[in-house]
């Protein structure tokens, strides 16, 4: 029995046990400093739906041995650039979601395409240059969406009439398409079971693809790219096909976040939108070169309970406003944690 | 110097090696790899590698008194000096400045009133004449001023040797294969140095594959098999055929060779044949072989290591550059390519078990099925027309199980990770995942290294009845010689990157132990 316990502690991991802990913690302190639980639970799993693709965005390239996806505001550029053009065209309602989707697609192959050649020359270091990949990007696209010429009212900047704002609201185009999709209400509870269904029809994919032939060939490349090599596989090309499958996903994930979130951030927006996403997965037990649907889910979950929770219930009990920097703790610590852990947990 | 003498005991690759040396004589040692030759070598020297393994038994005397080396540094301080396989120079420095790397001659300055002597200059005059008095010590011709990144291979083995016997109190130098990298002109040279070294008092030790030059220069041989020292020959009464048949001849315990007997009739239809391969796979260069492979036999490939056996089926199967023909049933095979050979139904267990045979982090039933179903379409469930290729769970265990049955493979379940098998099962997995691939030429190389006995001796079985039953035809590359003996129908000897010769395995190893040393029966003679 004891041995069963323990069996069961390894497998769940030390660090997300205590996170975990930390987070039940929190829950049960809530009440007493005047903290409704049941909108703290609504607004956990708001932030889970917004961000949950983004942390699913991480398993292609994790699977194909790429490591985790720093290069994640590639795909958010990608994802901004559908949603601007959707916009521009001036299509309201869910459709312009869609159309979003659909416009960012292209670009997400193609700046995929790119970044997957080019981290198949580093291999070895794929995430410092991935981390260098994002930051750049986010700079040469600061400069271009001043210049772009885009036209919309509702976009560009009011006393210039060129250029694009830096928040852009999404209200009157796709602002909620999924969170007020199938709400439900309990009391003070309410969950969005249109951003959750959105999310695994997704994860299904991802999973379903991890069990075809090449998604089972994208696992060997990571686990052993020489043995993959033997067996006939084409290295650099799984490799790629995981970077476009990462990076169209992080489209997708921005435009999830957009419309709950109601509006589009530019410039400097997409700079460390990498580093929640990476922790989240890292958190959920997954390692450089291991992960897991459910590795996403529970990572998601855990850290948005702690991102949500740590800042409304220690302010109220301390009355100092200390969460933005116990965010950075927790997140940028897990960050450090599991990169450290890599020799120990990979091949 | 008096009598050296060295007893190592409780040492599984060592066993009961006694031997003496005296003052200016050159000691030949020969054995085949693993022979222990190497292990003597560094427990001589006080190599790490020693004490981090637990030591070893046995004594070393040096003029009569034990010594115990703790470092290489104690060992130089004794006068002891060994020459390695591989250089140790520094390329952008000339040959005089590595002659006395670290025991440079030093002037003081008048920084080093301040710092000491570490800022003590260089007295580049008197560096000059000590590296000459030692290269003329050694009695050979090399520019002291030439860079050694400029410097032809022989010179920098001059190099090395020469900054060994540059030390004031040399009196025993160790010379490990110093002329494998060597042309013919310069191993004369070299043979040359040893004699003169041997005239002025100093000992050598002298480790080759070339019998020939054990002959030319030694006093006397030790011929090491099996961590034995199993003779001590007088090199002026030997021969090159006894020192041969002693390396590579064993104790006939663990199966027996085939004998004339056993020998089954060649196939007319040659499978494969291969032409003017050659294969840049470091450590292993194929220069050129030509090798015809027959229908249904099992060929075996032997030769010492680094002779390059290993890269003929690295280079076929497409993991290391290689370039010239090889033709699988008449038609043409592209190299540098695997998933060609895979397509064209060969398959290959590396001898890189770890590297490239195995997911070690993934289940048995992904090891074992996925080079099958990645190149064959097996253990896939097509749906929407073959759009979707949905991996078959429930075949990829059948088949696991049967070969976890076949090959009586020790694991848990076929779920558990390769990577905790041990050695001799993760063997078996591999060449598991080749039988799922149902190749019609199979490559096997090094099946048995690092494996104990008895996995070896069901590994060889597992092969041999593969071959004869499934009429699968198989080419074993290994370097123990009695291994490629008991299955094998024909041998080919791989020597300086070529095929020096194909003999049937029932042929006695001594032939085999010729072949091996890049020596011609008639040369032998």
Redesign the interface.
């Known amino acids: 029995m004891m041995e069963k316990v323990k069996e069961l502690l390894r497998s769940f991991g030390l660090p997300r046990l205590i996170i975990a802990g930390f987070l039940l913690l929190l829950f049960i302190i809530a009440p007493f400093v005047g903290i409704r639980v049941g909108a703290s639970v609504s607004d956990t799993l708001a932030r889970f739906g917004m961000n949950s693709i983004m942390v699913l965005a991480m398993v292609p390239m994790i699977h194909s041995g790429c490591g985790l996806n720093f290069g994640l505001p590639l795909g958010i550029i990608s994802g901004l650039l559908g949603a601007t053009l959707s916009i521009e065209t001036g299509v309201t309602g869910p459709l312009s979601f869609f159309l979003a989707i659909l416009y960012s697609t292209p670009f997400a192959i193609i700046l995929g395409w790119g970044y997957g050649k080019l981290l198949n020359r580093v291999k070895g270091s794929e995430m410092m240059i991935a981390t260098y990949v994002g930051f750049s990007s986010v700079a040469f696209m600061s400069i271009m969406w001043l210049i772009l010429p885009y036209k919309s009212p509702t976009m560009v900047w009011g006393y210039s009439g060129s250029g694009l704002r830096t928040t852009i609201s999404t209200d009157g185009f796709y602002s909620h398409v999924l969170k007020d999709f199938l709400q439900i209400n309990i009391g003070t509870l309410s969950i969005s079971l249109g951003e959750i269904l959105f999310f695994a029809i997704f994860a299904f994919i991802i999973w379903a693809f991890l069990h075809t032939k090449t998604g089972t060939a994208m696992t060997a490349v990571g686990s052993n790219p020489v043995f993959a090599r033997a067996s006939g596989i084409n290295v650099d090309k799984q490799r790629t096909l995981s970077v476009i499958m990462s990076t169209w996903l992080g489209a997708l994930g921005i435009l999830c976040y957009q419309q709950g979130y109601g509006f589009i951030q530019l410039y400097q927006g997409p700079m460390y939108m990498a580093m929640p996403a990476v922790s989240a997965i890292l958190i959920g037990g997954a390692s450089v070169n291991k992960a897991s649907i459910a590795n996403v889910i529970i990572g998601t979950i855990l850290y948005q309970g702690i991102v949500t929770m740590t800042p409304s219930v220690m302010n109220n009990l301390i009355h100092t406003d200390m969460s933005e920097v116990l965010r950075i703790i927790v997140s940028n610590g897990m960050i450090l944690y599991a990169l450290t852990r890599k020799s120990g947990a990979s091949r | 110097m008096q009598n050296v003498s060295k007893e190592y005991n409780g040492n599984p690759v060592l066993k009961d090696v006694n031997f003496t040396l005296k003052q200016g004589e050159v000691l030949g040692l020969v054995g085949e790899n693993g022979a222990g030759k190497s292990t003597l070598m560094n427990i001589l020297f006080g190599m790490d590698v020693i004490h981090q393994t637990g030591g070893y038994g046995g004594k070393v005397l040096i003029d009569g008194k034990e010594v115990k080396f703790a470092s290489p540094l104690d060992a130089l301080k004794a006068g002891i000096g060994m020459v390695h396989q591989e250089f140790s120079l520094l390329p952008g420095f000339t040959a005089a400045e590595n002659i006395l790397l670290n025991r440079e001659p030093e002037n003081k300055s008048v920084l080093s009133l301040v710092f000491g002597s570490r800022a003590n200059t260089l007295d580049r005059k008197e560096l000059q004449k000590k590296a000459i008095e030692a290269i003329t010590k050694l009695g050979v011709s090399l520019d002291p001023d030439m860079l050694v990144s400029e410097m032809p291979v022989g010179h920098k083995q001059f190099t090395e040797i020469s900054r060994e016997i540059s030390k004031s109190s040399i009196r025993l130098l160790v010379l490990d294969e110093p002329t494998a990298v060597l042309s013919e002109k310069e191993a004369e040279m070299l043979l040359k140095a040893i004699k003169n070294l041997s005239a002025q008092g100093i000992s050598v030790i002298f480790i080759t594959h070339r019998l020939q030059e054990i002959l030319d220069v030694c006093d006397k041989v030790i011929v090491m098999r099996d961590g034995r020292i199993i003779t001590e020959l007088d090199a002026e009464k030997t021969s090159i055929p006894e020192m041969a048949r002693l390396m590579v001849g064993r104790e006939v315990n663990a199966g027996h060779a085939q004998t004339k007997s056993e020998e089954r009739p060649l196939s007319e239809n040659i499978v494969l044949s291969i032409k003017n391969l050659w294969v840049d796979m470091p450590g292993e260069t194929v220069k050129n072989v030509n090798l015809d492979v027959h229908q249904g036999e099992f060929l075996g490939i032997g030769g010492l290591a680094g002779q390059g056996k290993i890269g003929i089926p690295n280079g076929i199967?497409g993991?290391y550059p290689a370039g010239g023909h090889v033709m699988l049933n008449g038609s043409e095979i592209a190299l540098n390519n695997?998933?060609a050979?895979?397509?064209a139904s060969l398959a290959?267990v590396?001898e890189?078990r770890r590297?490239?045979?195995?997911?070690?982090?993934?289940s048995l039933e992904?090891n074992i099925a996925?080079?099958a179903?990645?190149?064959q379409?097996k253990f896939?469930k097509q749906y929407l027309g073959g759009l979707?290729?949905?991996?078959d769970q429930a075949a990829i265990k059948d088949i696991t199980d049967k070969y976890i049955n076949q090959l009586q493979i020790k694991c848990t379940s076929s779920k558990q990770r390769a990577k905790e098998l041990s050695g001799g099962n993760q063997q078996k997995i591999c060449l598991a995942k080749a039988f799922a691939l149902q190749p019609k030429l199979l490559f096997v190389s090094e099946p048995t290294r690092g494996i104990d006995i008895g996995a070896k001796a069901l590994v060889l079985k597992a092969l041999r009845e593969y071959n004869r039953q499934n009429g699968v035809t198989i080419v074993m590359i290994s370097s123990e010689l009695e291994e490629l003996r008991q299955c094998c129908d024909r041998i080919a000897i791989v020597t300086d990157g070529a095929i020096s010769g194909i003999l049937p395995a029932s042929t006695p190893s001594e032939d085999f132990g010729i072949l091996m040393v890049g020596k011609t029966h008639k040369e032998a003679e």
Do not use: A, T
């Not at chain 2, 590297?355 to 993934?362: N, P, Q, T, Y």
């Not at chain 2, 979707?388 to 991996?391: G, L, P, S, V």
């Open positions: 199967m993991l695997p998933r050979c895979l397509d290959f590396s890189d590297g490239v045979g195995l997911l070690l982090d993934e992904w996925f080079p179903m990645q190149i379409n896939l979707i290729k949905w991996r």
